[in-house]
């Protein structure tokens, strides 16, 4: 059974529909799974919001949780993390590096571009490097700063936009595209 984690921002909107959606579509296709979400940077215990929770009522979920702070148990709970945005996913491993091999954004997971996904792990490699070396008070080399700017332009976003304070459509759009990414996750899922 795999354990995947979803982490947004407040743990109110984005990574609690996609936790309540994959829970409803893994039961549904027989796939085990146990599914948790967390915000990188909240409090335990806020209602998750009133249109995501409508707007899983329109995919016939229904919902009631209410946020979780992102914790060292939660990560070393799961085999997958997946992050709405890449910053969260920085974030993470900012946080708890240990996370490297697991941590992805879902749009990234679900990516089956290999030439994408090679650009994507040199440009984590640089940003490693760059960390290790402003942790030793070094500087990247020009080359290697060149190369990740031109990378992080080739990349295409791989961030589920915030709904966060706008419309009932702005939800219904997030829920859509992370609906979506979670279709192309199942399958992933199967394979494995």
Known sequence: ?????????????????????L???????????Q????????????????HATEVLRDYGIEHQSSSCALTGEAVKWADLVLTMTASHK???LQWFPE???????????VNQDTGVLADIKELERLYT???????????????????LLELE??????????????????YKSCAEEIHSCLQLLLVRLKQE
């Open 23 to 33: 829970k409803n579509m893994a039961v549904q296709q027989g796939v085990a799974a």
């Open 35 to 50: 599914v948790r979400s967390a915000g990188i940077s909240t409090i335990d215990g806020l209602a998750v919001s009133g």
């Open 99 to 109: 996370a490297v091999d697991k941590a992805h954004t879902l749009k990234e997971y």
């Open 129 to 147: 490097e760059l960390h290790m070396k402003q942790t030793l008070g070094q500087q990247l080399t020009d080359g290697e700063r060149n190369r």
């Open 1 to 21: 059974m795999k354990r995947i984690l979803f982490i947004c921002t407040g743990n109110t909107c984005r990574s609690p529909m996609a936790e309540a959606m």
């Open 153 to 170: 332009r080739r990349i295409p976003s791989f961030d589920i936009i915030d709904p966060f304070g706008g419309t009932l459509g702005n």
């Open 90 to 92: 920085r974030g993470l």
